[in-house]
């Protein structure tokens, strides 16, 4: 059965850091490219950022590129999103999802997390 | 990125057929996915690839695509259909969009 459970998500001043992990069991983990979605509360998913299976292709959206950096460890089963300068608008639910595509980017999400909640506030 | 449009809420009686359309300008040309999300829940894939079906969804979903719009259709909608759904693609440079999500509500 495949399991994704977030952690590390809490109460954090602007401004700061937050580091998110994603333990992943009951696939093999190294094959699929890994994301993070994140849901503001009461408003839709948005994308966050992907990473492929050996780590050799990465995306961001937009509105947070430059701040959060996305990573792996293939030998912890384990994916990673190290956020800086956090904003209010960073607030949300982050979700851990698994890409469809085995070896091969297919952009869409097979499994998911139940979410670590995110809350940015002085 | 794009843009993915979708109606803020559908209604619809039990036993009824619900629709719930997404539109955008790649869509002719990206596929399209439709994912449920109940209160409190992670969401859920429902439709892949337009109009696949995962394993364990059941058959009264289904989806269909015609030019810039896809659509995700509930036939004979159970109450245990009650969600948000959205629907989400992906542009040209591998950036991921998701539309604004769809009530669905079963009077």
């Known amino acids: 059965e495949v399991q994704l459970v977030e952690s590390g998500g809490g109460l954090v001043q602007p401004g700061r850091s937050l580091r998110l992990s994603c333990a992943a069991s009951?696939?093999?983990?190294?094959?699929?490219?890994m994301h993070w979605v994140r849901q503001a509360p009461g408003k839709g998913l948005e994308w966050v950022s992907g990473?492929?299976?050996?780590?050799?292709?990465?995306g961001y959206a937009d509105s947070v590129k430059g701040r959060f950096t996305i990573s792996r460890d293939n030998a912890k089963n384990s994916l990673y999103l190290q956020m800086n300068s956090l904003r209010a608008e960073d607030t949300a639910l982050y979700y851990c999802a698994k890409d469809a595509g085995i070896g091969v980017w297919l952009y869409y999400f097979d499994y998911w997390g139940q979410g670590t909640l995110v809350t940015v506030s002085s | 990125s794009y843009e993915l449009t979708q109606p803020p809420s559908v209604s619809v009686s039990p036993g009824q057929t619900a629709r719930i359309t997404c539109s955008g300008d790649a869509l002719p040309k990206q596929y399209a996915y439709w994912y449920q999300q109940k209160p409190g829940q992670a969401p859920v894939l429902v439709i892949y690839k337009d109009s696949e079906r995962p394993s364990g969804i059941p058959e009264r979903f289904s989806g269909s695509s015609s030019g810039t719009t896809v659509t995700l259709t509930i036939s004979g909608v159970q109450a245990e259909d009650e969600a948000d759904y959205y629907c989400?693609?992906?542009?040209?440079?591998?950036?991921?969009?998701f539309g604004g999500g769809t009530k669905l509500t079963v009077l």
């Open positions: 990473i492929s299976w050996n780590s050799g292709s990465i």
């Open positions: 009951g696939f093999t983990f190294d094959d699929y490219a």
């Open positions: 989400q693609s992906a542009d040209s440079s591998g950036d991921v969009v």
